[in-house]
């Protein structure tokens, strides 16, 4: 679990970041109980992360390596899928299997599909959903434009995925999303967080817990994650 985040926001933030970040400051002060943030710092997640922080590298490689760390971070975040035995015959002898309740993957469009593709790659019987946002860009706000989720969302698992965690904006609107929709057990998993992004996420949805590849220093006045890899989306899908 990745230790207490310091509370102090970057000179870059605007007062709309400071006011919100001193509500969630203390909201994570009167939450102990917030669940756990997760980094997996497995020595191939850091490996494929550095090749893809590095600025040139083309996009096929980006998209194939966000594909694989994908399936790392499913790995673990899907450690306690609950699961029912079967009875089954083996070429030698019956014996017990276990078959895992499928979770809904919910990628936020667009830079979620890369992480999307790796988390199918894990669990093909997975359904998905899907969340369009995009950032406003005089209130900063994340406005939905598309929501699509199967019809038994609130009585399934539902694993977010969104490569950047940064202001949060966009992981707090997903998530009230799936909740106004009954979803009640959730999960967030992402490439990269600042410490802004944590702070609001776990101060909005302090039951959701998180995984992560890795937590940055911090963001910057454009509000992209330091030293991070820059616009996620843009280097998936060439579009820089």
Known sequence: MFGRLNAAWPDSFSPLDRAEGAVCAARMTASPSSAALTVVDHPLVRHKLSIMRARHTPTAEFRRLLREIAVLLGYEATRDLSVTE??????????TGVRVAAPVFVPVLRAGLGLLDGMLDLLPEADVAHIGLYRDPETLKAVEYYFRA??????????????MLATGRSAVAALDRLKGRGAADLRFVCLLAAPEGLQRLRAAHPDVPIWTAAVDERLNEHSYIVPGLGDAGDRLFGTQ
């Open 86 to 95: 079967y009875p089954l015959e083996t070429p030698v002898a019956q014996t």
């Open 150 to 163: 199967p019809a038994d969302v609130a009585a399934r698992r539902c694993i977010v995925v969104d490569p």
